[in-house]
Antibody, heavy 120, light 110 residues
Framework: QVQLLESGPGLVKPSETLSLTCTVS????????WNWIRQAPGKGLEWIGF???????DCNPSLKSRATLSVDTSKNQFSLRLRSVTAADTAMYYC??????????????WGQGTTVTVSS | QSVLTQPPSVSAAPGQKVTISCSGS????????VSWYQQFPGTAPKLLIY???KRPSGIPDRFSGSKSGTSATLGITGLQTGDEADYYC???????????FGGGTKLTVL
């Protein structure tokens, strides 16, 4: 069974770059689509974007100008960089695997999440 | 404002049935599969239903999903206090080229 674990700084200063990594264990990253989702305190889920092992990506249009996703197949990891953060980027950040084919887009495995606070 | 519309809250008594609606449009629900997620406070979401009405292994058949046109519905029968959680619908939006979620529905089992 695939397991995901997010890692990265819990505190980021405004205007700086948020960097998170998700490590995939129990399976190969060379399948599925690998996603980042966030949830602001007391709010709903917001999809940030996904990356395929080949490197192809897609991002939420509202974040596309600030978000960069990358994958390192040798380490079975994928990463998120979010530039120019503000307090509005304070959230729990989850990584998740997604089956994406023929109109189906369900996320079957989720990491436990990591809290990121944007504050000076 | 979410692209998919869910009621903020629903409630029912133990043992009863409840349904949670998810309303969208032709660019998302009508032409793509819907999934449902269950989230308990302080934990990650869990896949409950995928491809409109399929249950992952380990999900009891008390949980069901359906879709008609631009709307989808999650049904839960034989409600238990342990079902109290937030429930989210999700799908792909072909116009936005994005995964979208509903705003979430808080289920209270009275």
């Amino acid at each position: 069974q695939v397991q995901l674990l997010e890692s990265g700084p819990g505190l980021v200063k405004p205007s700086e770059t948020l960097s998170l990594t998700c490590t995939v264990s129990g399976g190969s990253i060379s399948s599925y689509y690998w996603n980042w989702i966030r949830q602001a305190p007391g709010k709903g889920l917001e999809w940030i974007g996904f990356i395929y092992y080949s490197g192809s990506t897609d991002c939420n249009p509202s974040l596309k100008s600030r978000a960069t996703l990358s994958v390192d197949t040798s380490k079975n990891q994928f990463s998120l960089r979010l530039r120019s953060v503000t307090a509005a980027d304070t959230a729990m950040y989850y990584c998740a695997s997604m089956y994406f084919w023929g109109g189906s887009s369900h996320m079957d495995v989720w990491g436990q999440g990591t809290t990121v606070t944007v504050s000076s | 404002q979410s692209v998919l519309t869910q009621p903020p809250s629903v409630s029912a008594a133990p043992g009863q049935k409840v349904t949670i609606s998810c309303s969208g449009s032709s660019s998302n629900i009508e032409n793509n599969y819907v999934s449902w997620y269950q989230q308990f406070p302080g934990t990650a979401p869990k896949l409950l239903i995928y491809d409109n009405n399929k249950r992952p292994s380990g999900i009891p058949d008390r949980f069901s999903g359906s879709k008609s046109g631009t709307s989808a519905t999650l049904g839960i029968t034989g409600l238990q206090t342990g079902d109290e959680a937030d429930y989210y619908c999700g799908t792909w939006d072909s116009s936005l080229s994005a995964v979208i979620f509903g705003g979430g529905t808080k289920l209270t089992v009275l």
